[in-house]
C-alpha cells in the first residue's frame, strides 16, 4: 500500500510551518523538566499546581495497586465500576456543591460524550468560537444545528437565542477559563442569558479547576454560580496533577449519562490508582491552600515583569500568559531560541488558535521560584532583542 499522501501532507505542512513533533521528558514532572536530555524551565504545562508529582498522590496511587490491583477490565457499565470511582465522585460532588459527579475517562471523552448526550437531530448548540477542539467535535458529534457565536460576544449569543425561539432544546457551551487565551467567560451575563431565553449552559472548567474559586472549585465556585449552572466539566489532568475528567451537576444527569453516553459506556473504566490519585488532589486543594496563593503571586509577578521589559500582554488575570507573535514560523523561531536558553515555552499554532494569532503560551505554575521567573524574563529579554 502507498503511503504517499502521508508524505505529501507533511510537507505540506512543513512548508506552512505547521509541523509538529513529540519531545522527550524523562523524569517527572516539575517546574524544570529534563527535555531530550537537557535541564530546562518548565513554563507550558498544565500542571499549575505542581501536583504531578505531589508525594500524597503517588503514595496514594501505590496503595491503591496494592489494595486493588491495576485495570478495571471493563466499562463500568459492566463489572469496572469500582470503590474508588464511587468515592471520587462524591467528593466532586462535594468539592463543586452538586448533588452528583460521574467520571470519565479524560476531558476530551467528557466532551465528545456530554453534548451528543443531550444534543440531537433538532436541538441548537451555541458554541464560543474560541471553544476547545474537545467541544468543537462534540458539537459534530451530536448533529445538532451549532451556532458559533464570536469570542464572548453577548449581543451576539442574545440575537441568536432569539432567532432560535422556537427551538425546543437549546444548548449553550463555553469554557469559564479560556485554554489559548487565558481570558474568563463573562459568566454571569451568560448564566442570565441561559434563563432568559431557556437554554441550557454547559461549562467547561478545565483549566479553572484547581486554581480558581476559594477551594479551588473553579469560576463557577468563585463566581457563586453553582445553583445557576446545570452542568459543569472539568479535568483531573490538569491543576489536579493526575488523569481522567468529571461532569458535575444533578443525579439526573449523571443517571443519564450513564444511560446515554457513549463515551462513558463504550470504553473501559479508568484504573484504580488513577482514581486514588484524583482522591488525593482533591483532599491536596483543601489541605494545601497556599498553592493557589503561589500560583497567584506568580501570575502577578510574571505580567509585571514582562510590563516592565516592555511587552505587549494579553487581556488575561490567570495562569495562561499568553504573548501574541502572529505568523506561525516566527512563532516557532522564537520559542526554539527561548529553547537554547533552557526555557521552555511552547508556541501554539493553528489550528489550535485562529489563523494569525500564533502564540507563546506562557503557563506558571505554582512552583516556579522567583529564580526560576527571573531566569525566564532575562531569556524573553535576549530573545526579543534578536528579532
Ligand atoms: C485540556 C482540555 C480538555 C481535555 O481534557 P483532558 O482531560 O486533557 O482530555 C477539555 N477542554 C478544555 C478546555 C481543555 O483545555
Redesign the pocket.
Known amino acids: 500500500m502507498s503511503l504517499d499522501f502521508a508524505r505529501l501532507e507533511l510537507e505540506r505542512l512543513k512548508e506552512a510551518g505547521l509541523y509538529r513533533k513529540l519531545r522527550l521528558v524523562e523524569g517527572d514532572q516539575g517546574p524544570t523538566l529534563t527535555l531530550n536530555g537537557r535541564e530546562v524551565l518548565n513554563f507550558c504545562s ?1 500542571n499549575y499546581l505542581g501536583l504531578a508529582n505531589h508525594p500524597a498522590l503517588r503514595e496514594a496511587a501505590k496503595a491503591a495497586i496494592d489494595r486493588y490491583g491495576c485495570g478495571t477490565g471493563s466499562s463500568r457499565l459492566i463489572s469496572g465500576n469500582m470503590t474508588l470511582h464511587e468515592e471520587l465522585e462524591e467528593k466532586i460532588a462535594q468539592l463543586k456543591g452538586t448533588e452528583a459527579a460521574l467520571i470519565f475517562n ?4 467528557a ?1 465528545i460524550g456530554i453534548l451528543p448526550t443531550l444534543a440531537g437531530e433538532g436541538s441548537v448548540i451555541f458554541s464560543d468560537a474560541l471553544n ?1 477542539a ?2 468543537i467535535d462534540g458539537c459534530r458529534l451530536s448533529r445538532a444545528e451549532v451556532v458559533i457565536y464570536p469570542h464572548c460576544d453577548l449581543d451576539r449569543l442574545e440575537s441568536e437565542l432569539k432567532k432560535a425561539a422556537g427551538k425546543t432544546q437549546k444548548l449553550i457551551v463555553t ?1 469559564t477559563l479560556f ?1 489559548m487565551d487565558g481570558d474568563e467567560a463573562p459568566l454571569p451575563e451568560i448564566v442570565g442569558l441561559a434563563e432568559r431565553y431557556g437554554a441550557t449552559l454547559i461549562v ?1 472548567e ?2 479553572a479547576t484547581g486554581a480558581f474559586g476559594p477551594t479551588g472549585a473553579g469560576i463557577v465556585a468563585k463566581l457563586g454560580l453553582g445553583k445557576r449552572v446545570p452542568i459543569q466539566m472539568g ?4 491543576a489536579l496533577g493526575g488523569f ?2 468529571y461532569v458535575a451537576g444533578s443525579r439526573d444527569l449523571r443517571d443519564l449519562l450513564i444511560n446515554r453516553c457513549r463515551s462513558v459506556i463504550y470504553t473501559t473504566g479508568l484504573p484504580p490508582a488513577v482514581m486514588a490519585m484524583g482522591i488525593a488532589s482533591i483532599d491536596l486543594l483543601y489541605r494545601e491552600p497556599q498553592r493557589r496563593l503561589a500560583l497567584w503571586h506568580n501570575i502577578r509577578a510574571l505580567r509585571e515583569g514582562l510590563r516592565s521589559l516592555g511587552f505587549s500582554l494579553a487581556d488575561s488575570q490567570s495562569q495562561i500568559q499568553p504573548l501574541i507573535v502572529g505568523v506561525a514560523s516566527k512563532c516557532m523561531a522564537f520559542s526554539e531560541r527561548l529553547l537554547q536558553k533552557d526555557v521552555f515555552v511552547q508556541g501554539i499554532r493553528p489550528p489550535t488558535v485562529p489563523e494569525g494569532t500564533s502564540r507563546l503560551r506562557i503557563t506558571l505554575m505554582a512552583t516556579h521560584s522567583h529564580h526560576h521567573l527571573e531566569r525566564a524574563l532575562r531569556a524573553f529579554e535576549e530573545v526579543r532583542s534578536q528579532f
Open positions: 498544565n479524560s476531558g476530551y471523552h466532551n476547545h474537545s467541544i469554557e485554554s467547561d478545565a483549566h479535568t483531573l489532568g490538569k481522567g475528567a
